[in-house]
Structure formats: C-alpha cells, structure tokens
C-alpha cells in the first residue's frame, strides 16, 4: 500500500479547515462573557449579566498565513453554584483562558484556583493563556501588569492584558491560542501521533492523490 508523500499531507493540513474549542474561566464578573462576545460579534454591551452554565460563541476567521479556522469559544458561569458543572464543560476543550480583572484583587489571587480546577478535569495538558482584562478602567487597577507577568511565567502561562469594552488585545488572545495548538497538532502528526487529523480538529478541504509520488 503506499503512502502519501510528507509533502503532499503537510500541504493538505496547511490549506485544511482547524477548528479548535477554548474555554473561559475565572470568577464571575471578570468580563469572560464580554471578551467571548468582542471577539465573535464585536460587540459590547454594559449590561452586566451573568452566564447560566455555559454560553457558546462561534467565529470563522483565517490566519495570517492563509489558514482557514473555527473558534468555538466557551464561556463558562464563574458562580461557585454552577461549578460541578464544569469539569463537563471544558473537559473536551481544547484550549483555556483563565481571566481576571486587573480591578480587582480578588480575581486575581483566584486564579490560583481556577488553574488548579482546570489542570485536575483536562485528561491532556492544554495551551493556557492568563487574560488581565478591563485595562480601560486602568485608573481602578488593583493589579499591575507585572504582577500578572510573573503569574503567568511561573506557571508557564501565555500572558496578555485586553480591555473586552474597546476590544485592545481581545483578538490576540485566540490567535496565541490556536497558533500553540496547530503547531502542536501538526507536529504530532509528522513524529508519530496515529490519531485522526478529524479527532483533532483538522478537516481537510483538498483531496489528496495517494499514488503520486514527490516526482509525478
């Protein structure tokens, strides 16, 4: 049976449609629903309203290398009522952002927990980024960038401070996301991972010739 060329697989994976599904969390409040509704609808309301379980945002977007990708971003309840329910929530997810408010300290010495929770209900270890959001009520901050930086670092944490009124940085945070996990996927797919590119998150959208060699 032959096998298709590396080449004509790497070509295939790069062109192909990635989905990938990330996961807010942190304490209520911290403006998760706003961040999820920034990046998929670029909208802001100031309405405060709290998620019940969970709140699904989708968003189609390329990368800036042409790639054609599927956010599905979860928003997560913060209240501690709805927390047995997590661990469903973000156990097939692929990715996490623990979010806080730069406003306030509370959310912040939290985040402790929040990693806490998440390392012990995901089977895999999965990208994390630490969001610092609201830098637009900077004149409230209660936590300093740096702070938050060391957090991040010590955990091995991506880090970035986004304000989901005005929608600074919202977009990078999704875009560090996906860039870890495609690089991650497309790696296990070239040193041996066996498991389906669909199983993860890899839909490919150009048939490839499997006779054709790197000649033909």
């Not at 998760?32 to 100031?46: C, H, L, P, V, W």
């Not at 900077?138 to 955990?155: F, I, K, L, N, W």
């Amino acid at each position: 049976m032959e096998v298709a060329p590396a080449f004509a697989i790497r070509n295939a994976v790069s062109t192909a449609l990635f989905r990938c599904n990330i996961s807010l969390v942190g304490d209520a409040g911290v403006g998760k629903t706003s961040i999820a509704r920034q990046f998929g609808k670029n909208t802001f309301s100031e309405e405060r309203n709290c998620t019940v379980g969970l709140d699904i945002t989708t968003r189609h977007s390329q990368s800036s290398d042409g790639q054609k990708i599927v956010y599905h971003i979860h928003d997560t309840a913060g209240q501690e009522k709805f927390k047995s329910m997590l661990p469903a929530f973000i156990r097939n997810c692929d990715a996490i952002a623990v979010v806080y408010d730069v406003g306030c300290r509370t959310s912040f010495e939290n985040v402790s927990k929040w990693l806490y929770f998440v390392n012990n209900y995901l089977p895999v270890e999965a990208p994390t980024i630490l969001v610092g959001n609201k830098v637009d009520l900077d004149h409230c901050r209660e936590v300093s960038y740096e702070e938050g930086r060391q957090t991040a670092d010590r955990s091995n944490l991506l880090f970035l401070e986004t304000s989901a009124k005005t929608g600074e940085k919202v977009t990078d945070v999704f875009q560090q996301l996906s860039t870890v996990l495609r690089d991650r996927r497309i790696s296990d797919i070239f040193h041996g991972q066996k498991a389906p590119l669909s199983s993860q998150g890899i839909i490919l959208s150009e048939h490839i010739d499997m006779k054709k060699g790197c000649c033909s």
